[in-house]
C-alpha cells in the first residue's frame, strides 16, 4: 500500500465510507459512479408540513418528535416519510425544546411560556405540566436516575422525578436542586451520565461528577461568552461554542488541556456533535452552513450548505455517525457524515517558511524557515520527525538526488551539508562559510557538482568532491539570476534571470578554463522579470514571470507555447507532471493546475500568502508554504478518492445537488455561476462537461462565456471533453456553443489568445463528420493556418525544394525541423509556414487513421474536401503511399499485358501460362491480405468484386488450360473481368483520376433514364410483333426495336399504319430519348468538372484506405501529430483570387441595383397610369363640395335649436 493509500485509509472505519474511484472506461460510468458518491455526502431530507424548532430522536431512529412554531408536536415516522399525529399542545406559543424520555415512552417539551410539558408517547397525551414561570430555561435528561435536571440562570442546578407509572404523577414530586457556584448559561451531561459540565456567566467552565456531585475539573474564564457545551464519545473532549462564533475543544485528561481552536463560522453556533469515533467535529450555525473539523490533525476545516437558510438546530445521533438537523423551512435533515478530503497544516516556523523539499523514497519532507529552523516531517503520520534550528534565515536548500544529504544556504553566509541518512537522529550538521550571495542552487545529477546563482549576475559552479572548490564563471546575464539547472547529462546548463532572459551554455571540455563556457542558445520571449522556471528530462522548459507569463520551450530556445495567468501577479513557483498531462503555477493567493493539451485551467486554490509549492515524487503529495505554515494535501490529479476541489467559492454540496438533479428528465432546477471552478477528481469532470451531457445549452453558454467565473474547457482521464460529449449524443446546439468558445479562445476575443484551443477536436472530430453537422465545411476551413510561431525565417534560397511537409509531436513550427540545413537567408524567395491546430490521425495503418478516412468519406457535406486541411492531409498520406499504390497498379498492369500477349500469340505456351500464372498468384495474395484485414467491408467495394471474379474465373482457366482443355468462353470471362477491373487502375494518375468518378457517376445518373428507354422499346417491340406475329420470334422483333433506338432500320415498308408507327418511333426513341440521354450525360459531365476536385480527392482517400487496411501491424498503434509545411508566398495568386472575389461582390451589386431600377421604373409607371395628379383634383373638389353642404346643414341646425329654445321658454 503506497503513502497516500495509507494516509487516506487511516481515518476510514468501514468499506463504506471509503469514496474511491473504480477507473471507469467511460464518461457515463464515470458519472454513475459520482452520482454514487453524492449520494453518501448529501444529507436526506425530508418534508415536514410546518417549519419546525426543535426535535428529538427515537433510540432506533425510526421516530423524530418534532417541536412546532404554534405550540405543536408531531411524531414523523422515518420509513414512511409521514406525520403519523400532530397535537396543539401550548398554542399559540411555540415549542422550545423536546426531548424523548424513559426508553421512548414518554416527551418532554418545553413551551415559549416556561411551561415543562410531559407527554405520553406516542399518543401525546398530557401527563404533567409544571410551570416555571422563569425564562432561559434548559433541561436535560438523566436516564441512569430517571431525572430531569434544569437550570434557570441562577446558582442552582434543579432536578425533577420522571416515571411511566401512570399514578407516579397524582401525588406531589419534590423538586430538587444543588448549589453551584456561579450564575449558569447552559449545561450538558456525557454519553453515559457519569459527568455534567456547566457553563457560567464568568465565561468559565465546570464538570461535575454526576454522581457525588463534586468538581472535577474546570477551564477558568474564556475569552467570550459560551453558548452550548457539549461531551464528546466515551468523555474524551469537551467542546465548548463561544458568542464570537468561535469552539473550543479541551482533552479530558490529567488536567484540563485546551487542543483545538476552530473559527469556522460567521453567525451564531446552534449546534456540535462529535462523529467518528471523536475524529471529527461537527458545529452548525446561522450563516448557513455546518462545518467539519479533524480532530486528529490540524486541518482545513470542511463546510456543508445545501439550503440558504440558518441552521435551527443540530445534534449527533447515539452511534455518533450522523447527525439530524433542521434549518428555518419545513423540512427535517439527516447527514451520515462521510470521509472528509484531508489537508493538514504543519506548523512549526514561527517566520515565513521559505522552501519545502520532498526527501526522495520516503514519507518525509524538509520546511525551510526564516526563523532560522530545518524540520522535517513525517507525511503519513503527520507528525514533526526531526528539527534544528540553524543560525541566521534559511533562505535557500536543496536535497540531494539520492536522498542522503541535504544543502542548506543561511543570510549569514553559511552553508550547511546535513546528514539525512539516519533513521531517528541527523547529528551535527557541517557548516561552512560561503561568501556569495545565493538566489538559486542547483546539484548535477552524478552529485559532483553544486550550481550557485549570486546577485553578481553569475553562476558558480563548485566541485563537490573538493570541499567547494570553484570550478568556473558563467556570465552573460546583466541581471541577477534566478534559477539554473543542468541538462544533458550535466554537460550543458539552462539559467534563467531576471533581464527577462535565459541562456543555454556548453560546459564541456576544460572546464578549469572560462573560455570554455559558451552560450548555445538565448531565450526571449518574456516582457517581465522571470521569477521562476523548472526543467524536465525529456527536453522542455517552463519559466514564469513577474507578470503572470507562462512559456513553454525546448532545449534550443525555441517557444513552444505561453500562457498568462489569471490574476497577473508573479509566478512563484512552477510543477510539470511527469507524463506532461498538467502544470501547476503558485501565485501569492492562487495556485492554478492546468491541462496541458489545451492550455486551459482545470481548477484553481485559494492560498494564503503561498511562497513555494513542492509535489512528492510521486506526484501523490501537494505541499504549499503559505506564511509561517505547511499545508500538505492529496494531488486531487493524482488521487484514487473522489472529491470536489475548486476556490473557496460556492458550496460543493449544492454543485452536487444540481448533478443529480439535473440528470433527471424535464429537470427545472438553476445552474449558479458559483459552480463554474469546481471539478470532480479524480475523473477531471467539470460543469461543461454535466451541461453538454444535459444538453442545457442556454447554462452552457452562459458558464463558458461568464467573464467574471468562466467555466473551464478540459478533457476528463478518458479524453472525454465537453464537445466530444456533445457530438456522441448530437446535441447540436451544444457543438455550436463549443466551438463558438473555441474560437473565440483562439482568437483572442476578451481573453489571453490560446492556440491550441482547437486541440480538444483531436479526440472528436472522426465523430462530428458522421453526424451531418451544417456548419463543418466552415470548421475545416480553420483548422490549418498559417503560422504565428515567432522567429521562423521568411525568405530562403531559390533553389531550396518546397514545399515541405512533416510530422511533429509539437504544435509550434520550428523552422530547422522542416527546412533543409542552411537553406533560410535574410533574402531570396519569400517562404510562409502553415500548420494544423491541432495533432491528426497522421501516421498511416493505424485504427484511428482508417476510421477518420472513413469519416471524411462518409461525411454528408462533400466540401470539406476542398479545405486546406483535407487536401494537406491527403496529399501527405499519398507522398506517403503513392510509391505502394504504383507498384501494385503497374503489377496489374503488368497482369493486363501478359493477359494480351497469351491470349493473341502465346495461348497454348505453358511457359507463358506459367508467367501468368505467378503474378496472378502475387495480386490473389494482396487480395487474400485484404480480405484477413477487413473482411467485412471488403465485400462493399465494388473493385472487390471484380477481383474476386477475375480471379476465379482465371483460376478455372489456368486449370483447365494445363490440362490443355483451352476453354475460350472461361478465357472471355477472364477478359472481360481483367479489363473491367482494369479500369481502377487509372485512379492512379492525377489526369484520368477523376474520370473513373465521371464515368460511374453517369451511369448512376441514366438509371431512370434507361427504364424508360427500354419501356418504349418493348412496347414498339410488341407493336411489330402485333403486326406480324408469326414472320418471326418476339426476340427477333426486340431486336429490331432496340436497332431502331440506335439509327439502324429499315425502310421497306408498305402499309400506311407502318410508316405512322415507324414515324412515331424513330421521334420518340432515337431523336428524343437518344437526345436526352446527350443532355444527362452532358450536366453529370458538367457537375462533375464542377467538383472534378473533390472526386479526386475521394478517390484518393479511397486507395489510401485500400492499403492502410492491409498494414495490420499498424493497428494497434495509437499517436498523432502535428502536420507543418512550409512553401513559396504565392502573393500573385492570393491576389487574383482576392480581385475575382472583389469582382464577384461588384458583379452582384450591380446586378442589385438594376433590379431595384427596374422595380423603380414599373412602379413609376403604374403611377403614371393611375393618373394621380387628376384624381388628387378631383378628390379636392369633392372635398370642397362636401364642406359646403356641412356648413349648410349645420347652420340648419341652428336656427331649429333656437326656434325649440324660445317654445320652451314661452311654455315656462
Not at 471539478?679 to 458558464?703: Q, T, V
Not at 481573453?751 to 466552415?778: E, G, H, M, V, W
Not at 489510401?1104 to 499517436?1119: L, N, Q, R, S
Amino acid at each position: 500500500m503506497s503513502g497516500v493509500e495509507q494516509r487516506y485509509y487511516a481515518g476510514s472505519w468501514t468499506n463504506t465510507d471509503v469514496y474511491v474511484s473504480h477507473e471507469p472506461i467511460n464518461f457515463d460510468e464515470a458519472l454513475e459512479e459520482f452520482n454514487n458518491f453524492c449520494g453518501r455526502q448529501l444529507p436526506i431530507m425530508w418534508q415536514i408540513p410546518f417549519i419546525p424548532t426543535c426535535f428529538d430522536v427515537s433510540f432506533k431512529e425510526d421516530y423524530i418528535v418534532l417541536g412546532g412554531p404554534h405550540g405543536n408536536i408531531a411524531n414523523f415516522e422515518v420509513s414512511t416519510r409521514s406525520v403519523l399525529r400532530d397535537e396543539d399542545i401550548s398554542y399559540p406559543k411555540s415549542i422550545l425544546s423536546v426531548k424523548l424520555i424513559l426508553q421512548d415512552n414518554q416527551v418532554v417539551a418545553l413551551s415559549d411560556e416556561c411551561i415543562l410539558y410531559i407527554l405520553e408517547y406516542p399518543s401525546f397525551a398530557i401527563m404533567h405540566k409544571l410551570n416555571l414561570r422563569i425564562s432561559n430555561i434548559v433541561f436535560r435528561y438523566r436516564k441512569q436516575r430517571e431525572l430531569l435536571l434544569f437550570t434557570n440562570g441562577t446558582q442552582e442546578i434543579f432536578s425533577y422525578k420522571v416515571s411511566t407509572d401512570e399514578e407516579f404523577y397524582m401525588k406531589k414530586q419534590e423538586k430538587k436542586s444543588f448549589k453551584i457556584e456561579d450564575l449558569s448559561i447552559t449545561f450538558n451531561l456525557s454519553d453515559d451520565d457519569s459527568l455534567m459540565a456547566i457553563a457560567y456567566e464568568n465565561t468559565s467552565i465546570s464538570i461535575f461528577f454526576m454522581d457525588t456531585n463534586s468538581k472535577m475539573k474546570e477551564t477558568g474564564p474564556n475569552h467570550s461568552n459560551i453558548v452550548t457545551v457539549v461531551f464528546s464519545q466515551w468523555n474524551k473532549h469537551l467542546a465548548a461554542a463561544f458568542e464570537d462564533f468561535s469552539v473550543n475543544v479541551w482533552g479530558l485528561e490529567a488536567n484540563l488541556v485546551l487542543k483545538y481552536t476552530f473559527s469556522a463560522h460567521q453567525g451564531k453556533i446552534t449546534g456540535i456533535a462529535f462523529v467518528r469515533e471523536n475524529a471529527y467535529i461537527l458545529t452548525s450555525s446561522e450563516d448557513k452552513t455546518i462545518s467539519v473539523c479533524n480532530l486528529k490533525g490540524e486541518c482545513q476545516p470542511y463546510s456543508m450548505n445545501i439550503i440558504d437558510l440558518k441552521v435551527i438546530m443540530m445534534t449527533g445521533n447515539k452511534n455518533h455517525n450522523k447527525v439530524f438537523y433542521i434549518q428555518d423551512f419545513d423540512a427535517m435533515m439527516a447527514w451520515e457524515v462521510p470521509q472528509v478530503p484531508k489537508t493538514t497544516f504543519y506548523r512549526g516556523h514561527e517566520s515565513r517558511v521559505t522552501k519545502i523539499l520532498f526527501i526522495p523514497n520516503s514519507f518525509e519532507l524538509i520546511s525551510l524557515g526564516e526563523d532560522g529552523q530545518f524540520i522535517v516531517w513525517n507525511s503519513r503520520m503527520d507528525s514533526r520527525h526531526e528539527s534544528m534550528m540553524l543560525e541566521g534565515k534559511l533562505l535557500n536548500g536543496l536535497v540531494y538526488p539520492s536522498g542522503n544529504k541535504a544543502l542548506v544556504f543561511s543570510s549569514l553566509h553559511l552553508l550547511y551539508l546535513i546528514n539525512l541518512s539516519g533513521s531517528t537522529d541527523f547529528g551535527a550538521p557541517a557548516k561552512q562559510n560561503f561568501r556569495h550571495d545565493v538566489l538559486c542552487m542547483q546539484i548535477s545529477k552524478d552529485e559532483s557538482k553544486l550550481a550557485i546563482g549570486d546577485k553578481q549576475n553569475r553562476v558558480r559552479v563548485f566541485d563537490l568532491k573538493s570541499m567547494l572548490a570553484e570550478l568556473f564563471i558563467i556570465k552573460g546575464h546583466i541581471l541577477p539570476i534566478v534559477e539554473c539547472f543542468f541538462i544533458n547529462e550535466d554537460r550543458e546548463m539552462i539559467t534563467a534571470s531576471q533581464d527577462c532572459t535565459m541562456c543555454k551554455w556548453s560546459i564541456t571540455g576544460n572546464l578549469s578554463q572560462e573560455s570554455k563556457i559558451v552560450k548555445v542558445a538565448t531565450f526571449l520571449g518574456h516582457q517581465a522579470a522571470v521569477s521562476c522556471m523548472i526543467v524536465s528530462s525529456d527536453g522542455y522548459v517552463v519559466s514564469g514571470s513577474e507578470d503572470g507569463m507562462i512559456i513553454f520551450w525546448n532545449y534550443n530556445g525555441n517557444k513552444l507555447y505561453s500562457v498568462c495567468c489569471p490574476d497577473k501577479i508573479p509566478v512563484y513557483n512552477l510543477y510539470l507532471s511527469q507524463d506532461h498531462s498538467y502544470f501547476i503555477s503558485l501565485q501569492e493567493s492562487i495556485c492554478t493546475y492546468w491541462q496541458l493539451g489545451n492550455l486551459s485551467v482545470l481548477f484553481q486554490l485559494n492560498v494564503n500568502k503561498g511562497s513555494w509549492l513542492s509535489v512528492s515524487n510521486d506526484e501523490k503529495f501537494v505541499a504549499l508554504a503559505e506564511e509561517n505554515h505547511v499545508s500538505l494535501s492529496e494531488n486531487p490529479l493524482g488521487c484514487s478518492s473522489i472529491r470536489i476541489v475548486g476556490k473557496n467559492l460556492g458550496s460543493p454540496h449544492k454543485f452536487m445537488k444540481f448533478v443529480l438533479d439535473c440528470q433527471k428528465e424535464n429537470s427545472k432546477i438553476a445552474y449558479e455561476m458559483n459552480y463554474n471552478h469546481f471539478i470532480i477528481a479524480p475523473y477531471m469532470i467539470g460543469p461543461a462537461h454535466i451541461l453538454a451531457y444535459c444538453n442545457r445549452f442556454n447554462d452552457l453558454n452562459e458558464a463558458l462565456f461568464y467573464e467574471p467565473n468562466r467555466a473551464s474547457f478540459f478533457s476528463t482521464i478518458n479524453d472525454e471533453n465537453p464537445l466530444s460529449i456533445c457530438i456522441d449524443l448530437e446535441f447540436k446546439n451544444c457543438i455550436d456553443i463549443c466551438l463558438k468558445y473555441m474560437r473565440q479562445q483562439y482568437n483572442g476575443k476578451n481573453t489571453f489568445k490560446n492556440l491550441r484551443a482547437y486541440y480538444p477536436l483531436q479526440s472528436c472530430l472522426t465523430k462530428l463528420n458522421a453526424i451531418d453537422y451544417p456548419y463543418i465545411k466552415k470548421l475545416y476551413d480553420g483548422l490549418f493556418v498559417r503560422s504565428e510561431a515567432e522567429m521562423l525565417p521568411r525568405f530562403c534560397l531559390h533553389d531550396t525544394e518546397l514545399p515541405v511537409d512533416i510530422l511533429s509531436e509539437h504544435f509550434t513550427v520550428i523552422s530547422d525541423q522542416i527546412l533543409p540545413p542552411n537553406s533560410s537567408s535574410h533574402s531570396g524567395r519569400p517562404i510562409v509556414f502553415f500548420q494544423s491546430l491541432f495533432p491528426l490521425d497522421l501516421d498511416i495503418g493505424t485504427e484511428s487513421s482508417l476510421e477518420f478516412l472513413q469519416s471524411i468519406l462518409d461525411c454528408s457535406e462533400v466540401e470539406i474536401f476542398r479545405s486546406a486541411l483535407i487536401k494537406e492531409y491527403l496529399q501527405f498520406k499519398w507522398k506517403k503511399l503513392k510509391p505502394t499504390i504504383y507498384i501494385l497498379g503497374f503489377i496489374y498492369i503488368f497482369y493486363l499485358i501478359l493477359l494480351g500477349l497469351y491470349i493473341v500469340i502465346f495461348i497454348e505456351s505453358q511457359d507463358f501460362l506459367i508467367a501468368l500464372i505467378i503474378v496472378h498468384c502475387i495480386m490473389w495474395v494482396y487480395e487474400i491480405l485484404q480480405i484477413a484485414t477487413d473482411f467485412s467491408d471488403y465485400w462493399k467495394n465494388v473493385w472487390n468484386i471484380q477481383d474476386q471474379l477475375r480471379s476465379i474465373s482465371f483460376t478455372f482457366y489456368a486449370i483447365m488450360a494445363w490440362r490443355e482443355n483451352y476453354n475460350t468462353d472461361i478465357l472471355l470471362a477472364v477478359l472481360i473481368f481483367s479489363w473491367a477491373r482494369g479500369i481502377a487502375c487509372f485512379r492512379m494518375f492525377d489526369e484520368t483520376r477523376y474520370m473513373v468518378r465521371l464515368v460511374l457517376q453517369v451511369i448512376i445518373d441514366i438509371q431512370t433514364f434507361f427504364f424508360i428507354l427500354f419501356y418504349a422499346t418493348f412496347a414498339f417491340a410488341f407493336v411489330y410483333y402485333m403486326r406480324n406475329p408469326e414472320d418471326q420470334p418476339f426476340l427477333m422483333y426486340l431486336t429490331q426495336a432496340y436497332r431502331l433506338d440506335l439509327g439502324d432500320f429499315e425502310t421497306g415498308l408498305t402499309e400506311a399504319f407502318d410508316w405512322i408507327i415507324f414515324f412515331v418511333a424513330t421521334m420518340i426513341n432515337p431523336l428524343i430519348m437518344l437526345n436526352l440521354l446527350i443532355a444527362i450525360m452532358s450536366d453529370t459531365a458538367s457537375a462533375v468538372a464542377e467538383i472534378d476536385d473533390i472526386f479526386d480527392l475521394r478517390e484518393m482517400a479511397e486507395m489510401i484506405m485500400d492499403v492502410e487496411k492491409v498494414m495490420f501491424w499498424k493497428k494497434g498503434a495509437y499517436k498523432k501529430y502535428y502536420l507543418h509545411k512550409c512553401d513559396f508566398t504565392q502573393a500573385e495568386e492570393h491576389e487574383d483570387e482576392d480581385s475575382n472575389m472583389f469582382i464577384r461582390e461588384i458583379k452582384k451589386q450591380v446586378v442589385d441595383v438594376r433590379r431595384t431600377i427596374k422595380n423603380l421604373k414599373i412602379n413609376s409607371k403604374k403611377i403614371e397610369e393611375f393618373n394621380l395628379q387628376e384624381n388628387l383634383t378631383k378628390l379636392m373638389n369633392e372635398h370642397e363640395v362636401l364642406e359646403e353642404n356641412m356648413k349648410s346643414q349645420f347652420n340648419f341646425s341652428g336656427e331649429l335649436i333656437e326656434d325649440i329654445q324660445k317654445k320652451l321658454n314661452y311654455l315656462d
